[in-house]
């Protein structure tokens, strides 16, 4: 009984202050900025894309009946808006929360006990990219098969942390197949998972398990990293995630100080030919636009790896047009689909990317898309679609200044580019 009065003592207390606090907090203190996208955590309060103080400010607006009340103002994901909500919120900003409840792709809400010390992984290598660039590898303690049989193309994950692909191999991405058995005995405090039930996961293994986007289709379109500064919120690596993603977007606004002024009737038709065929591909690649260049693909029919991936036609893309073609790295697809194959296909000669030779290799996705290399590709297309505009920037220098800014490896883009068979000016 005296402790049950205590600590409703202390939440009148709390209740007193936030209504002194309330009275000075300025309303542009209150307001969230507009983003992008909404951070999937519970105590983004304003729903925005961080937690900071103004959620703290936001929430208690909510208790006391001045805002509305948000999905994610519920903290401690209790059902209720109390002073508790209020001390989980701080807890999070300085990074001592206890439990972490996030809205995982699947929709499922996933209480997480903090600190996440051990990962096991059978998602695509995204989450495990993100994980390396946040300075967090040694806590991945179980992989997926796709690590181990495209090791030699996984460059980034390779050359940065070879001696992840030593680990337990925990289950295949893309058919959904964990491998519980071996999940349960690493003893994870988190498993991944990308096209498998994650809640039939978490029920069998009794671990957290959440389900992430094979492509997040709003980073694919440059409008922010929300899995990366998700990731930052369950590593506890915050600040290395507003690090990076402010990064990427210093040198996104590098490109686009150039190709903002360009005229539309001087940007370039692209078409992308992915995964390995002239008739995949993708209707929403930033790089693209970023470059200075306008994907030529206005329709078509969902291929099979979803909303990222169209099937047209041959006749469609003759009817686009386009000034460039661009193939999907056969290194990166396992696909013998080449420049050549373009150029001398009968049916492709009235097309002005192949009347003018502008077909080349780029990038593009490997087991997910991994926005460092994204981010990279604006700087390649840049200089393909506007050689004039980029004379002066060496593309291959600043790919591997940016990732060893992220992976910490010197010479991941030099690989990349000979993986790739890109095209090289230096």
């Known amino acids: 009984m005296k402790k049950k009065n205590k600590m409703l003592a202390l939440l009148g207390i709390v209740v007193v202050l936030c209504s002194m606090l309330l009275v000075a907090l300025p309303a542009t203190a209150i307001a969230a900025e507009e983003g992008d996208y909404v951070l999937g955590i ?15 400010t936001y929430v208690k607006l909510i208790f006391f009946g001045k805002k509305p009340e948000t999905e994610l103002a519920d903290a401690k994901y209790d059902g209720k808006i109390n002073p508790l909500d209020f001390i989980q919120i701080k807890l999070i900003i300085v990074g001592k929360e206890k439990e972490l409840t996030i809205v995982d792709a699947a929709g499922r809400a996933v209480t997480l006990n903090m600190p996440i010390d051990r990962i096991a992984s059978s998602s695509m290598l995204d989450d495990i990219r993100t994980i390396c660039a946040l ?8 992989m997926p098969d796709v690590s181990v049989s495209l090791n030699d193309r996984a460059l980034a994950i390779s050359m940065s942390h070879p ?20 999940i349960a005995s690493l003893e994870p405090d988190l498993v991944i998972v990308n096209f498998a039930d994650a809640g039939a996961v978490q029920e069998a293994t009794g671990v ?5 986007p094979s492509t997040d289709l709003e980073v694919l379109a440059f409008k922010g990293f ?3 500064k998700t990731w930052g919120y369950i590593l506890g690596e915050q600040r290395r995630a507003e690090e990076l993603s402010s990064y990427f977007n210093a040198k996104l606004a590098e490109v686009r100080d150039v190709t903002s002024g360009i005229p539309e009737n001087e940007k370039p038709g692209v078409y992308l030919a992915f995964w390995g065929a002239l008739t995949y591909t993708p209707p929403i690649y930033g790089p693209v636009e970023v470059a200075g260049g306008i994907n030529v693909a206005e329709e078509g029919t969902p291929g099979p790896y979803g909303p990222m991936m169209w099937v047209v036609s041959k006749e469609q893309i ?8 661009l193939l999907h790295c056969p290194g990166c697809v396992g696909s013998s689909f080449t420049i050549d194959d373009v150029l ?9 990317a192949v009347q003018n030779e502008q077909v080349y290799f780029t990038k593009g996705f490997f087991a997910g898309w991994d926005p460092a290399t994204g981010v990279i590709e604006c700087f390649y297309m840049g200089k393909l679609f506007h050689p004039d505009e980029f004379a002066d920037l060496g593309v291959e220098k600043e790919g591997n200044e940016i990732l060893k800014e992220v992976y910490g490896v010197d010479g991941i883009w030099t690989a990349m580019t000979e993986l790739c068979d890109l095209y090289r000016w230096e």
């Open 318 to 325: 003759i009817a686009w047009n386009p000034d460039i073609i």
């Open 42 to 56: 519970y105590g983004n309060a304003n729903e925005d894309d961080t937690i900071d103080m103004r959620d703290l």
């Open 163 to 182: 001696e992840l692909l030593e680990l337990p191999i925990t289950g295949n991405p893309y058919h959904g197949t964990p491998n519980l058995e071996v």
């Open 208 to 212: 957290p398990t959440i389900a992430t």
């Open 226 to 228: 929300k899995w990366l």
């Open 135 to 142: 300075s967090a590898a040694d806590r991945i303690v179980g």
């Open 344 to 352: 001398s296909d009968p049916d492709l000669q009235s097309v002005s």
